[in-house]
Every structure is written in C-alpha cells, then in structure tokens.
C-alpha cells in the first residue's frame, strides 16, 4: 500500500516562527523575502471536497493537528499495526518552510505540518494524479511494510521514528 501525503510539510511552522522570530529574522533575510516566502505558504491544502475524493480512494486518512508528519508517520504505523518507510527526498517542502525551520534549529519533518494529509491506498500514483489536476499539492512518499519497523529513508540511511519525534 502507498502512503500518499497531501500539502508540504512544517508550513504551519514556519509560519510560526515568522511571527515569532520576526525581528531575528529581518536582520538575516530580506523583509522582500519574509513577505514572499509567507505568501506562498499553503493556508488549506484540502477542502472538504478533495478530502472526500481522496476518502474514497483511500483504506486510512489522518489529517495532520498540532503534529509533525513524523509524528503522524508514527500513529499511522501503530493505528494499522505496519511498519512504513518514507523517502525524505519524496516529501513535499516550500524550500521557505525548510529555511525557517533550519532559523529556528528544527527539522522539517519534525516541525507542525498541520493541515497536511496522509492517506494509505492500493493506487497512490493515481490519487496524486487525479489531485494534481484539481491543483493540490501532493506525492507519493512511501509505503507499507509487514515489519513494525517505521523508517524515513534518505539515500541508504535509515532513521527510525520514535512516536516521539516533534521539536
């Protein structure tokens, strides 16, 4: 089964630290690139109908709340009693989201990605097309494993979740 992820992750969280950091981080960035990089934050990555689209294709669906995706990762894997592997580099990421996490010492993946949505399907490649023509933000990012090992994969380096992985 695939694992699909709706949005880009740690969005929520960069807007955050924005409003948080705001001050430290005029003095490193452009006010130009604070203001652009804010904008093109995805506000709502799944309205009621592609979430009921996407339901119907779907075997599992956790739309992500006040969590990191590592987290999620994590409660998807216990809630279907799976292992998963995840490949970092298929994550959807607004290069701004990683730089305002990377100001504020976190990892992306580790970081609030609210709004995001995982779902768990026989046909991940033709959910994200069928989505991508509606203009939604979406990827194929891993899959299920009959072991209970939960690993985000990163070239040949494995990293296991913990079920405890927010910043």
């Known amino acids: 089964m695939d694992i699909v992820l709706i949005g880009r992750i740690a969005e929520s969280a960069a807007l955050k630290t924005v409003q948080e950091k705001k001050e430290e981080l005029?003095?490193?960035?452009?006010?130009?690139?604070?203001?652009?990089?804010?904008?093109?934050?995805?506000?709502?990555?799944a309205d009621?109908?592609?979430?009921?689209?996407?339901?119907?294709?779907?075997?599992?669906?956790?739309?992500?709340?006040?969590?990191s995706l590592a987290d999620a990762l994590w409660r998807t894997g216990e809630e279907l009693g799976k292992g998963l592997r995840v490949k970092r580099d298929a994550l959807?990421?607004?290069?701004?989201a990683v730089e305002m996490a990377e100001a504020d010492g976190r990892d992306p993946v580790k970081s609030d990605s609210t709004g995001c949505v995982i779902c768990v399907t026989d046909r991940g490649m033709q959910l994200c097309d069928d989505l991508r023509e509606k203009g939604v933000t979406c990827a194929v990012i891993g899959y299920l494993t009959d072991d209970n090992d939960r690993c985000l994969v990163n070239g040949e380096v494995k990293s296991f979740l913990t079920g405890r992985d927010s910043d």
């Not at 452009?30 to 934050?41: D, E, K, M, Q, R």
């Open 92 to 96: 959807p990421t607004a290069q701004f």
């Open 26 to 45: 005029a003095g490193a960035y452009p006010s130009s690139y604070l203001v652009n990089g804010i904008s093109a934050l995805e506000a709502v990555f």
């Open 48 to 67: 009621d109908d592609i979430l009921t689209e996407a339901l119907g294709s779907c075997v599992y669906m956790n739309v992500l709340s006040d969590c």
